[in-house]
């Protein structure tokens, strides 16, 4: 493959998607947009985007140290009672179902390091509005758990798995357990959950493996997602040379034949699907940003502060608020000002907070 499909720090440089609001969807809340709106309750973005998705981060601690997440001596860890306590984060999670949240994501650092996930998961699903509870992690202590998340609630799992070659995989991670991560692919499967692997795609290191990924969608009925590195190294650089989400698709060998999925609406992934294969395989164009029109999706780290975009800063510190005794109105006011403020798209908001480094992954969530 010619050096022509690397493309180092690349920037986004055709114009981004326009920002409309998910089908059927009135701009509830923005200020002179028409009547009052059943769904006045949600929070709906001055785009008119709907926010219904909360990636949570329930730890800033992890048993991994992938060179694209972490700088290699590690990022700077709080003390304990920085984070949110569980007993915060399900107070939390009620809010924001209250508030139209119909998804919460685990994310962290590694959320299986952290005590009382399980606590959480039943917590958050137990909810009247039933959200759905998703999971991802890095796979090291899936197997141990797997029961326990299951029994819990846990539908649905996101595994982030970089190699398939156990040399490969230990020299991005930095640590061994390789074999235990591989080995959760068919747990996790045989346990009836779905599944999707990410794979960030780091050129020059694991690139030559994107048909291997693809070969693991022949017979097994999960996806295979090929993720552009974004620079969240904790220094707001990437960690090597970019890739383009096109590129990457050029590059599988069963390029000529897979067909495009029609894109959901707030999904960050374009689909596609090998003709005769059982699974399916997608890109997410982290980097490039193509998916900000349609986002639905919020953050709030494992110390409390809100995102509203990967690439912002924080706009909104709630674990002070908690801890302060503040009642539930003033919390969903901090939320909504939050939401209120919400720029267009991932690079408006990098620009917002040019002046700051982006931080790690590990700390924001992914
Ligand atoms: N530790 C868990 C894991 O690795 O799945 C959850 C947290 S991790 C920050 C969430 C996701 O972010 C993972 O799929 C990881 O590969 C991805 N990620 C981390 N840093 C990234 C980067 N700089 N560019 C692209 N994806 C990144
Ligand atoms: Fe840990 Fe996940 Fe970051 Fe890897 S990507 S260092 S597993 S938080």
Redesign the pocket.
């Known amino acids: 493959m010619s050096a022509g499909h690397i493309i180092p720090g690349h920037r986004p440089s055709g114009p981004l998607p326009p920002n409309r609001p998910p089908a059927g969807l009135s701009a509830a809340g923005v200020p002179g947009a028409g009547p009052p709106d059943p769904l006045s309750d949600v929070l709906v973005d001055p785009q008119g985007r709907r926010l219904d998705y909360l990636r949570l981060?329930v730890t800033d601690r992890?048993n991994?140290r992938?060179r694209?997440?972490m700088p290699a001596a590690g990022v700077a860890l709080g003390e304990r009672d920085e984070v949110l306590s569980i007993d915060e984060m399900i107070r939390l999670g009620a809010l924001f179902a209250g508030l139209g949240v119909r998804s919460f994501r685990i994310?962290?650092?590694?959320?299986l390091v952290r005590r009382g996930l399980t606590t959480l998961i039943s917590a958050l699903g137990a909810l009247p509005s039933a959200p759905e509870v998703l999971l991802?992690?890095?796979g090291l202590l899936l197997a141990d758990n797997l029961d326990a998340l299951a029994e819990a609630g846990l539908r649905r799992v996101?595994?982030?798995l970089?190699s398939l070659e156990e040399g490969t995989w230990t020299a991005i991670t930095r640590r061994e357990g390789f074999e235990r991560v591989r080995a959760a692919i068919d747990l996790v499967l045989a346990r009836g959950l779905g599944l999707k692997i990410?794979m960030?795609v780091l050129p020059g290191w694991n690139d030559h493996e994107l048909d291997d990924f693809v070969e693991l969608t022949r017979e097994r009925a999960l996806t295979v997602r090929f993720?552009?590195?974004?620079?969240?190294?904790g220094e707001g650089r990437l960690?090597g040379p970019g890739i383009a989400g096109p590129e990457i698709l050029a590059r599988l060998a069963v390029a000529p034949i897979i067909e495009a999925e029609p894109i959901r609406a707030g999904a960050v992934e374009k689909l596609f699907r090998v003709p005769g294969f059982a699974g399916k395989v997608g890109i997410i164009e982290?980097h490039s940003r193509t998916f900000c029109g349609t986002c639905r999706r919020l953050r709030v780290d494992a110390r409390g502060r809100m995102r509203t975009c990967l690439y912002g800063k924080p706009s909104a510190f709630l674990r002070p608020l908690i801890r302060s005794g503040a009642d539930d109105a003033s919390l969903i006011e901090a939320i909504r000002r939050a939401v209120a403020g919400r720029l267009p798209d991932g690079v408006a908001a990098e620009a917002d907070h040019r002046r700051h480094n982006l931080e790690s992954?590990?700390n924001?969530?992914?």
Not at 107 to 111: A, I, L, M, S, W
Not at 227 to 233: A, G, N, Y
């Open positions: 981060a992890c991994l992938c694209y997440c994310t962290g650092g590694e959320p991802t992690t890095n996101n595994l982030s970089d990410n960030v993720i552009e590195p974004m620079p969240f190294l960690c982290g992954m590990v924001i969530g992914g």
